[in-house]
């Protein structure tokens, strides 16, 4: 009959659903502990210590995609037991070794700002450090999985975590120090100018401080070159260079400042060669001669000195006035 078989459909039918039901069952625990169901193949252990042994087998096999998953389900599920600083820098640790800096720095953060007491702290200070070194001498980090971007604002975001959260720390200066390099890199010039700047000011007994005051000199040049009516800028630069060539007689980088400070110079004696040769358009030859004698005296060495010698013997000749 018609219905014996509408019955058989339905038994079948039901017959699937309590199969499935018992399947999820199976699967699936309530504990009243966390008041959730939990799936006991993705479940911690029953305690941190047990979970951590469980993670380190799987390091120690070189599983590192594994260990890495479990170091952070220790943290997540045990976040106060005295394991959970160590398991979430192994799980940094077992993110480099799958050659994934991004998500180690990940890590690593997480334990300098959630356990700034650990033992782990200066661990994880080190290894930012180390990973910031990486993207600033060009590695890229990874995004999602082949797709790779350039990491220079990522070095610049591990170096500013690094002197946020340990200013006085070991690496402090040298994260500072290569917040400006990054910044120059990108012709930031004024942040990198701060940058530099704050090295000289937060940390006065670092061996970076000559590089600093050199670094500090070159922004207010390349910032000296973008304001072409404010020759204050120009000023300043020359006066960082004065004082770095005076504090630093035998520094490396001395040749390297002594020709900047010589362009600098020139850049000055360039612009007052531009408001003689107007007053000399304006018919007012005195006027222009003071400032031919400003360029030889104040800037002797430049070629517009030349020029204004040459100039104002013009005009002794021609019996123009001296003011």
């Known amino acids: 009959m018609w219905y014996h078989e509408g019955v058989r459909k339905l038994l079948a039918s039901l017959s699937l659903v309590f199969l499935i039901a018992s399947n999820a069952q199976a699967a699936w625990i309530w504990t009243p502990q966390t008041r959730r169901w939990i799936n006991p193949k993705y479940a911690a252990k029953d305690t941190p210590t047990a979970q951590m042994d469980w993670a380190v087998g799987f390091f120690e ?114 994260a500072q120090m290569r917040l400006g390099e990054c910044y120059i890199r990108q012709r930031r010039y004024e942040e990198a100018n701060r940058a530099f700047q704050r090295v000289l000011d937060e940390y006065p007994n670092s061996p970076l401080l000559e590089k600093a005051k050199f670094n500090v000199a070159f922004c207010a040049r390349q910032l000296s070159l973008k304001a072409s009516y404010d020759q204050s800028a120009t000023d300043e630069a020359i006066g960082w260079y004065e004082k770095f060539i005076a504090s630093h007689p035998n520094s490396e980088l001395i040749p390297q400042a002594q020709e900047s400070l010589k362009a600098l110079k020139t850049i000055k004696a360039d612009g007052l060669a531009q408001i003689a040769r107007f007053y000399e358009t304006q018919h007012k030859p005195a006027a222009a001669a003071v400032y031919y004698r400003e360029i030889m005296e104040k800037y002797p060495d430049t070629e517009p000195a030349a020029q204004a010698v040459a100039k104002l013997k013009e005009m002794d000749q021609k019996g123009v006035p001296k003011k």
């Open 61 to 174: 096999n070189r599983d590192y995609d594994r260990s890495s998953k479990e170091f952070i389900r220790l943290v997540r599920t045990y976040p106060r037991s005295d394991l959970a600083p160590d398991a979430q820098y192994l799980a940094g640790v077992s993110f480099e070794l799958m050659g994934r800096p991004g998500a180690a720095f990940t890590a690593y953060k997480q334990v300098v700002e959630i356990y700034p007491f650990s033992q782990r702290f200066k661990d994880s200070i080190e290894r930012e450090f180390l990973i910031a070194e990486e993207f600033f001498g060009g590695k890229r980090v990874e995004l999602i999985g082949p797709i790779k971007m350039p990491a220079l604002d990522k070095a610049i975001e591990i170096y500013e975590h690094l002197v946020q959260h340990a200013p006085y720390g070991e690496y402090a200066d040298r």
